[in-house]
């Protein structure tokens, strides 16, 4: 169709409001008001053109009648469309500016006044926290001018990494500790500790200088400790020690808990008392730190793996906790400084020596304390004997049974006298002869803190028992570890007993004995369920001659192992403590693998840790902590 007959139908016809002519096909499109959806491109804009209806101006303007009405064409209308668009944008621009002006506005006052609120209590906490503990209140822009943008990192801690700085006119060395896991939730607590903190005041505490409190950023300012950490000097310096030197740092420490404990106006128990936290000044006097933040270390305890072997066992079971916690972590402590190394250490010789603790122990029962130090000469064999034995009597599990850190000292100095650890230890033994009955009120022989016990555990609801080892949690109990697990379980009838020839036996309802430790190296002369949860026997010398952890069921405890060769086996179900369908198995080839218990072998695993290669002394070692290694 030609350009003139598509200008021409668009004035016949009532209903279409404009026509696109195209010059390429000679095509005529007609569209109807209203119009939608309209774009110009560029590359149509030569062969395609529009017409619109608009109204004529000269046209008269009188009423019309209805036929004029009905055959009157409709008014024309011409739109530019560059015209247009730019109008359009330009109102939709100005729209838009407008609004983005109007709301950047509103956002700057609203942050002017909530920053002005902030800083105005901000500054007014902190002054009030100034005067009650006579602190200096420092600004974050001050203490990162004064350590050089946080550069020289001195350590590490539980609660985040320690730097060096100076302030003032003689720049006066400082160690800033950084709090990286103190929430905002947490500040109350922690403007409690910082008042706790600023007003002790004792030769062997590190002291507090001032403070950072600026929203989530919280910072403590010390005075600056020049020889380091007690760990540093202990387990990398190859320095010799002499015994009055690690007396002294032994008496330095106590000194301090004596303070926390005993003669400051309030009661402070630190619970976390580890070598990192003991710092050495340059007359290397012994000072303890991070002492005062008790509450805000519970939050943070189980993430920090490196410290937790210091605790007591109360404390890392969420029991109610005492003093004696600290007296416990000092055990540790004066035990390391006997001997120089970590209380957890697994490049040793034998498994006896991993755990620190237990290889003193030993050593001592058996009259070897040689073997603790390294030395050739210089020993001074009675303070070693002395201080190896306040160790030990300060690492009972039950905490009524740790002395008092007052008591402590005098031990350590000679001024009163140790009691035997053997004393205590035969009074919670069992003896040859003692017997227990599943339905009678002896039937178990729990651990001296009631967290474990060894005897007749209900097999679901009959009146069926078998021998386990279980752990206590309230009224909950979990089995850790079963005895004679594929045998068929026991009535009433049966008896557990340590017999008079030294026999840990089951004796069932027909008479017919079974032995438990079967494999013992000797004749048992007493027995005990420590708060480990294992169950030992011993012969006369004191020394372990069998014990449940060397036998591990489908469970490890923390401080147990699986060696090679060794394996668990699941229950069978939750009420079932038979063997059941899986099997994790440290092969004799070391490689750690899980696979089907029915299976032959382990080629059928259908997991494996890879550490075939790891060496023939290899073993999966579970910390109390719950962490793993291999």
Not at 598 to 622: C, E, I, K
Request: glycine share 6%; proline share 3%.
């Amino acid at each position: 169709m030609k350009k003139e007959h598509c200008k021409k139908s668009l004035l016949e016809d009532c209903d279409c409001i404009t026509v696109l002519h195209s010059y390429s096909d000679s095509k005529c499109k007609k569209y109807r008001f209203p119009l939608s959806y309209g774009r110009s491109r560029r590359n149509q804009s030569a062969s395609t053109v529009a017409f619109f209806k608009s109204s004529s101006k000269n046209s008269p303007s009188p009423t019309p009648n209805k036929t004029e009405q009905m055959h009157k064409p409709r008014p024309k209308v011409i739109v530019d469309y560059k015209k247009s668009l730019i109008v359009i944008l330009a109102s939709a621009l100005s729209s838009i500016s407008l609004l983005s002006l109007v709301f950047a506005v509103s956002i700057f006052f609203t942050y002017k006044r909530k920053v002005y609120k902030y800083t105005t209590v901000y500054t007014t906490e902190n002054l009030g926290l100034t005067q009650e503990c006579s602190l200096r209140s420092f600004s974050f822009e001050e203490i990162e001018k004064s350590t050089g943008g946080f550069a020289e990192e001195i350590g590490r801690g539980s609660f985040g990494a320690v730097y060096k700085g100076t302030i003032g006119d003689n720049n006066k060395s400082i160690a800033v500790k950084r709090l990286e896991r103190i929430a905002d939730e947490w500040e109350r607590e922690f403007r409690t500790e910082i008042t706790t903190i600023a007003r002790t005041h004792h030769r062997n505490l590190v002291k507090l200088i001032g403070f950072c409190i600026d929203g989530s950023r919280k910072l403590l300012v010390y005075e600056y400790i020049s020889n380091r950490s007690l760990a540093s000097l202990l387990f990398e310096s190859e320095n010799n020690l002499s015994w009055g030197e690690r007396l002294k740092m032994a008496l330095d420490v106590a000194r301090g808990v004596v303070y926390l404990h005993e003669d400051w106006e309030v009661r402070i128990i630190h619970c976390n008392i580890n070598p990192r936290n003991i710092l050495m000044d340059e007359a290397w006097t012994a000072k303890i730190s991070d002492f005062g933040l008790a509450r805000l270390h519970s939050r943070i305890k189980k993430e920090d793996d490196s410290t937790s072997k210091y605790l007591a066992p109360e404390w890392q079971k969420d029991a109610p906790i005492s003093v004696k916690v600290d007296i416990y972590s000092f055990r540790m402590v004066l035990l390391e400084i006997v001997c120089r190394r970590s209380s957890i250490e697994m490049n040793v010789s034998s498994t006896e020596e991993i755990l620190l603790s237990s290889w003193v122990y030993q050593c001592f029962e058996v009259g070897q304390l040689d073997k603790l130090v390294t030395e050739d000469e210089g020993i001074d064999w009675t303070l070693l004997d002395r201080m190896v034995k306040v160790g030990l009597w300060c690492v009972q599990d039950n905490p009524s049974l740790r002395p008092s850190i007052k008591n402590v000292i005098l031990m350590l100095q000679g001024l009163k006298d140790i009691p035997d650890r053997r004393n205590i230890v035969e009074t919670l033994r069992i003896q040859p002869g003692a017997s227990i009955l599943p339905n009678s009120t002896t039937s178990s022989w729990p651990s001296p803190s009631g967290h474990f016990a060894f005897g007749f555990y209900r097999h679901g609801q009959d009146n069926d028992f078998f021998v386990a080892i279980w752990l206590i949690s309230g009224n909950n109990k979990t089995v850790v570890w079963t005895a004679l697990r594929d045998d068929p379980p026991v009535t009433s009838d049966a008896k557990l007993q340590l017999t008079m020839d030294g026999k840990l036996a089951l004796l069932d309802e027909q008479g017919i004995e079974k032995s438990i430790a079967y494999n013992a190296r000797a004749k048992a002369s007493s027995a005990s369920m420590l708060d480990s949860g294992n169950f030992v026997l011993y012969n006369n010398n004191s020394d372990i001659i069998w014990q449940g952890f060397d036998y591990p069921t489908d469970t490890l405890l923390g401080g147990q192992s699986l060696p090679n060769g060794h394996q668990l086996v699941s229950d069978s179900s939750q009420n079932n403590h038979s063997s059941g369908r899986f099997c994790l198995k440290m092969q004799r080839d070391v490689n750690l693998v899980l696979h089907p218990a029915d299976s032959d072998t382990t080629l059928d695993g259908y997991w494996d840790a890879g550490t075939w290669n790891f060496g023939f002394r290899t073993r999966l070692y579970l910390y109390e902590t719950g962490l793993f290694q291999i």
